[in-house]
């Protein structure tokens, strides 16, 4: 197995193909990150660049990431590690927002926290502000992270971290921000408290933004 056919088995959205190829992967001791930022990423990479060129329409996206999906299924178990940290660290609230489907990038996003040691209350896609702060509030989170895939929905961030404020929540939550068209400067700009483009990062983000919180 190669790299390179795990990333192709995304492209062609071939679910079965993906599954196999993520088992013969992992018997020839390849780790599951390697195969997560090797070939799955940079797959979902290739086919949002071929829907851009009018290539692939929205069936093809869907089966590219079911395929996505099926491989990060298997490979989801062997992340989740350092559960001995888990318990010292802030809850985490994650979701998509508001108009947006788009959940492959934040369920990484959420594997790697889960991976780290987190706590991780996943809300799906599609998530309105009340929503968001309702579950901070029942899981007593400390972290939120927010995802958004679209231009037209990143927009509605900032209508989350304004529903915090309202709930008087703001200053005891750190807010997160990321997804394909969100940047540094449009985080600091809705007043996230930080920003990470990938989902290694995100964990490397968090864990200074805790730090200098406790400091
Ligand atoms: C798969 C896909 C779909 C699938 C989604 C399936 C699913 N369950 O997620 C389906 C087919 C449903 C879909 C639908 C649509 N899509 Co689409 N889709 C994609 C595609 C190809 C891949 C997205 C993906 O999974 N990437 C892989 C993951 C791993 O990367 P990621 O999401 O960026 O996440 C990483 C980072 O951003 C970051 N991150 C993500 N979230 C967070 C959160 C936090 C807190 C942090 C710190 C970091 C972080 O870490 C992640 C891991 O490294 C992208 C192309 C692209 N290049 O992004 C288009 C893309 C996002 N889609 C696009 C469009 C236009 C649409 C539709 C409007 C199409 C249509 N005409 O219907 C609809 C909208 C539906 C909706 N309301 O949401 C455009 C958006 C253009 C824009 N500028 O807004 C893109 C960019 C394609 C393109 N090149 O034009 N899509």
Do not use: C
């Not at 404020?165 to 940047?183: E, M, S, Y």
């Amino acid at each position: 197995m190669e790299l390179r056919d795990l990333e192709a088995a995304v492209i062609e959205g071939n679910a079965r193909k993906a599954e196999a190829l993520t088992r013969e992967g992992l018997a020839a001791g390849f780790p599951p990150l390697t195969m997560i930022n090797q070939a799955l990423v940079p797959g979902m990479h290739e086919v949002g660049e071929r829907f851009k060129r009018e290539e692939y329409y929205v069936p093809e996206m869907l089966l590219a990431a079911r395929a996505m999906r099926t491989a990060l299924g298997i490979l989801k178990p062997l992340l989740a590690v350092s559960e001995s940290r888990a318990g010292e660290r802030p809850r985490v609230v994650i979701g998509t927002v508001q108009g947006d489907l788009h959940d492959i990038g934040k369920n990484l996003v959420a594997m790697m926290l889960e991976g780290a040691g987190y706590e991780v209350f996943d809300l799906g896609a599609n998530v309105s502000p009340e929503r968001f702060v309702e579950a901070v509030v029942e899981r007593e989170a400390g972290v939120l992270a927010l995802s958004a895939l679209l231009t037209t929905t990143m927009t509605n961030m900032p209508a989350v971290i304004e529903a915090l404020r309202a709930a008087n929540l703001r200053d005891r939550v750190v807010v997160v921000v990321g997804g394909a068209p969100v940047t540094d400067r449009y985080a600091r700009q809705i007043g996230a408290d930080g920003f990470a483009s990938d989902a290694a990062t995100a964990v490397d983000i968090l864990e200074g933004l805790l730090t200098a919180r406790v400091a």
